[in-house]
Nanobody, 123 residues
Framework: QVQLVESGGGLVQAGGSLRLSCLVF????????MGWYRQAPGKERELVAD???????NYVGSVKGRFTISRDNAKNTVYLQMNSLIPEDTAVYYC?????????????????WGQGTQVAVSS
C-alpha cells in the first residue's frame, strides 16, 4: 500500500512563494523517482518537475528558474519550492511516485497519486 499526502498549498499574491510537501507512506522511497504535477481548471494534468532517486531534476519550461524540487529521503518527503508565483501557476498540485529512465531521460508516472493541494495565485 502506497499513500502520498500533499500539503502546503494556499492563496498567495503574484510574486509570492509557497513550499509544497509530499509525505510518502511506503517502503523504498529512496529508490523511487518522484514527480510534481498540476492541473488547472479545464486543462490536462501536466508534469511540472521530477527528481530521480539520485537527485537529477527536470522542470517544465514555464517554471524553470522559479520552482525547485528536492527530496529528503530520511523523511520520505519530496518538496516543491515555488517562487515568483504568477496567476498562471494556479492549479491543484499533485505528487506522484514513479520511475525515471536514464536511457531517454524521462519520468514515467505510476498509479500512486496524492489527493492534491490547491494553489491559487492572485494578480
Amino acid at each position: 500500500q502506497v499513500q502520498l499526502v500533499e500539503s502546503g498549498g494556499g492563496l498567495v499574491q503574484a510574486g509570492g512563494s509557497l513550499r509544497l510537501s509530499c509525505l510518502v507512506f511506503a517502503s523504498g522511497f529512496s529508490t523511487s523517482a518522484m514527480g510534481w504535477y498540476r492541473q488547472a481548471p479545464g486543462k490536462e494534468r501536466e508534469l511540472v518537475a521530477d527528481i530521480s532517486s539520485t537527485g537529477r531534476t527536470n522542470y517544465v519550461g514555464s517554471v524553470k528558474g522559479r520552482f525547485t524540487i528536492s527530496r529528503d529521503n530520511a523523511k520520505n518527503t519530496v518538496y516543491l519550492q515555488m517562487n515568483s508565483l504568477i496567476p498562471e501557476d494556479t492549479a491543484v498540485y499533485y505528487c506522484n511516485a514513479g520511475t525515471y529512465y536514464s536511457t531517454n531521460e524521462k519520468y514515467y508516472p505510476s498509479s500512486y497519486w496524492g489527493q492534491g493541494t490547491q494553489v491559487a495565485v492572485s494578480s
